[in-house]
C-alpha cells in the first residue's frame, strides 16, 4: 500500500514557477526523508532536494539553491517543491522518493531514498 504520487508539472515560461507536490500513502512522511530528484532525456537521474523526517534538515542541489523550496504539510501527508525562477535546464521528470528508515535524514549523495514515485513532467521553455 505504500505509494508516492507526483503532481504539480507542466509546461512553463523561463522565469516562471511551479509547485510539485507529492502526496504519501500507506505510510506517514513525517517520520521519513522525502527526496526530489529528476531526469532530462538522455541524462542520469540527480538529487533535486531532500528533507529530512520532522526532527531534521534541507538539502539543495547547487543549481536550484535560492530558486527552490521543499516543505512539508503533516495534514496532507504531503512533501512540496516550489520551484521558481525556472530555467530551460530545469526540464525534466520529477520524482520523489521515500527513505523507509524511519527518522531518516537526507545524506549528501541522497542514498536511501529508494522508494520512487512515477514522476511528473516539467518542460521550461519559451
Known amino acids: 500500500q505504500l505509494q508516492l504520487v507526483e503532481s504539480g508539472g507542466g509546461l512553463v515560461q523561463p522565469g516562471g514557477s511551479l509547485r510539485l507536490s507529492c502526496v504519501a500513502s500507506?505510510?506517514?512522511?513525517?517520520?521519513?526523508?522525502i527526496g526530489w530528484f529528476r531526469q532530462a532525456p538522455g541524462k542520469e537521474r540527480t538529487g533535486v532536494s531532500c528533507?529530512?523526517?520532522?526532527?531534521?534538515?534541507?538539502i539543495y542541489a547547487d543549481s536550484v539553491k535560492g530558486r527552490f523550496t521543499i516543505s512539508r504539510d503533516n495534514a496532507k501527508n504531503t512533501v512540496y517543491l516550489q520551484m521558481n525562477s525556472l530555467k530551460p535546464e530545469d526540464t525534466g521528470v520529477y520524482y520523489c522518493a521515500a527513505d523507509l528508515e524511519y527518522l531518516s535524514s537526507c545524506r549528501e549523495g541522497y542514498q536511501g531514498l529508494d522508494y520512487w514515485g512515477k514522476g511528473t513532467l516539467v518542460t521550461v521553455s519559451s
Open positions: 500507506g505510510f506517514t512522511a513525517d517520520y521519513y526523508a
Open positions: 528533507i529530512s523526517s520532522s526532527i531534521g534538515s534541507t
